[in-house]
């Protein structure tokens, strides 16, 4: 049987700094110094592998280490935007309801009304986006950063 070791992240660079540290001091092994090995243990909780537990991803800009909230939308005038999605497609509201657009990627996004009617800035991760729709009609829209997100708003009398 065997066993694999998978490395998160941290683990990862750590190993290869080692790596790098090696090969840094052979010079010291030409005087006739060696440096200890490094050595990597999967139950050291500092490497992030305690068996069982899961890893610990490493801060980086624009990326989360936060548990993401699930994708449902926060009323049945919301839409909100995950996994390059608008969810629901489609949302039914009476004229002068306003609906809100929430983005939970980690990508900016836009909300973009083809007839031209609304139009969104770039909406980092957590951003909001509202509009009151104050005429009947058929709404579709979509994100201008990524056009094949696409959704509508269906506003009835």
């Known amino acids: 049987m065997h066993r694999h070791l998978v490395l998160n992240g941290t683990a990862a660079a750590m190993a290869a700094l080692g790596v790098m540290t090696l090969?840094?001091?052979?010079?010291s092994a030409d005087k006739g110094t060696s440096p200890?090995?490094?050595t990597l243990r999967s139950d050291d909780p500092g490497l992030g592998m305690t068996p069982g537990a899961?890893?610990?991803m490493p801060d980086m800009p624009g990326m989360s280490s936060a548990p993401r909230?699930?994708?449902?939308?926060?009323?049945?005038?919301a839409v909100?935007?995950?996994n390059f999605a608008f969810g629901p497609q489609t949302v039914s509201v009476k004229a002068g309801t306003t609906?809100?657009?929430t983005n939970r990627d980690?990508?900016?996004h836009t909300v973009v009304a083809r007839d031209g009617s609304f139009h969104s800035p770039g909406?980092?991760?957590g951003a909001t986006f509202s509009f009151t729709f104050a005429q009947p009609g058929t709404f579709a829209y979509f994100c201008s950063i990524h056009p094949f997100m696409h959704a509508t708003v269906v506003v009835t009398p």
Request: with cysteine.
């Open 23 to 27: 090969t840094a001091c052979a010079t």
């Open 36 to 38: 200890p090995a490094p």
């Open 54 to 56: 899961p890893a610990p």
């Open 69 to 77: 909230a699930p994708a449902v939308a926060a009323g049945p005038n």
């Open 80 to 82: 909100t935007i995950d």
């Open 99 to 101: 609906v809100t657009w």
């Open 106 to 108: 980690e990508e900016p």
């Open 123 to 125: 909406m980092g991760t």
